[in-house]
């Protein structure tokens, strides 16, 4: 029995399509997950548009942010059952012996591999999993915000693990994507005063950002991060990556305070990082997530104190995956969610 699923064939632009392919064969440490929905990431346009910067084996289903219900389970696996409602993880494979993942760091094991680009993903109806990756989704908690779990881990990886947050911070969001989007909603759970900066082009994403309590500027936010004591901002959070932006957070920042990088950009910088020496600045990468971050952004999922609702633009079926892409593309709605047939 094959089913629909949305694969990206080749390293060239545009090079997307739906392809019709069997039902996975499990080994005895994984499960097989029916996909209620699956989110459509950024990384997903980026290999779609080819202006990726990490290795996809071609060819590959897209798709890493998903949930649904487990339908059959490896000899080994237990602590599962059949029609469990799940969550999973993305680093499909990781080395167990690598020291990184020795430490529950096994996000940084450089030999990991994520679902939809190292391994087959979830925009398609069946997907197999190793059962490590999997956490419990509560019955009050519907697939299509459970499956937005993925990037709400990242953001709180970004905001909570890797930046140093105090009541009363001052914030500065840089890019208003889905993953800026998440990082300013949980700076306001940690009682951060938040903005989020974008383009003129970025003024609807902006009016959703501002649905989670934060200021919303177009351009220039220097007014904004010097309103308080004409120092600068507390934390810089780059969710755009783009050259340009680690150089407007260098100059939003306070002297001594936190600049953390999410948003990739290939591009080289061509401009001098004295002011991170000047100003005694920390810039801090953040990459994934792991177990414990998880569990926790569940459980605010589950407790309504993160909502996903207002960030999802809609949901289409996945034969229907050129739409929602390219909606998402064009900024238009700041997450695509999608629904297997
Ligand atoms: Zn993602």
Not at 78 to 85: A, F, L, N, V
Not at 217 to 227: F, Q, R, S
Not at 235 to 264: E, F, Y
Not at 270 to 292: A, E, Y
């Amino acid at each position: 029995m094959k089913s629909a699923a949305v694969v990206n064939y080749a390293p060239e632009k545009g090079s997307v399509e739906i392809r019709e392919i069997e039902r996975p064969k499990i080994g005895d440490d994984d499960v097989l997950l029916e996909v209620a929905n699956v989110g459509v990431c950024g990384s997903d346009l980026h290999q779609w548009t080819a202006d990726h910067s990490w290795p996809v084996n071609y060819p590959v289903v897209l798709g890493h942010e998903f949930g649904g219900h487990i339908i059959e389970l490896g000899s080994r696996v237990s602590g599962w059952r059949e029609g469990d409602r799940v969550v999973s993880e993305t680093a499909a494979v990781i080395d167990p012996q690598n020291p990184m993942t020795r430490r529950g760091l096994y996000n940084l094991d450089p030999t990991r591999k994520g679902f939809g680009y190292g391994v087959n993903g979830a925009m398609t109806r069946y997907v197999r999993v190793p059962a490590r990756c999997l956490h419990h989704v509560p019955d009050q908690l519907a697939f299509e915000q459970a499956c937005l779990t993925e990037p709400c881990c990242v953001a709180f990886n970004a905001v909570v693990e890797n930046s140093r947050l105090k009541p009363g911070d001052r914030v500065i969001v840089l890019g208003p994507g889905t993953i800026g989007i998440l990082c300013a909603a949980v700076a306001k759970l940690c009682g951060a005063d938040v903005a989020v900066v974008g383009l003129e082009a970025d003024r609807h994403r902006l009016s959703i950002a501002e649905q989670y309590g934060c200021t919303a500027i177009v351009g220039d936010a220097t007014e904004w991060a010097k309103k308080v004591d004409g120092l600068g901002a507390d934390c810089v959070i780059d969710a755009a990556g783009t050259s340009i932006t680690l150089k407007i957070a260098m100059q939003l920042v306070r002297p001594n305070g936190h600049i953390t990088k999410v948003g990739w950009g290939p591009q080289p910088l061509n401009f001098s990082l004295d002011p991170l020496v000047q100003k005694n600045v920390t810039l801090q990468g953040s990459f994934s997530h792991n177990w414990p971050i998880w569990e926790r952004v569940i459980s605010l999922l589950a407790s309504g104190q993160l909502d996903v609702k207002p960030i999802i633009g809609g949901v289409w079926s996945i034969t229907d995956w050129h739409e929602a892409f390219e909606k998402m593309h064009r900024g238009d709605v700041v997450k695509s969610v999608l629904k297997p047939l």
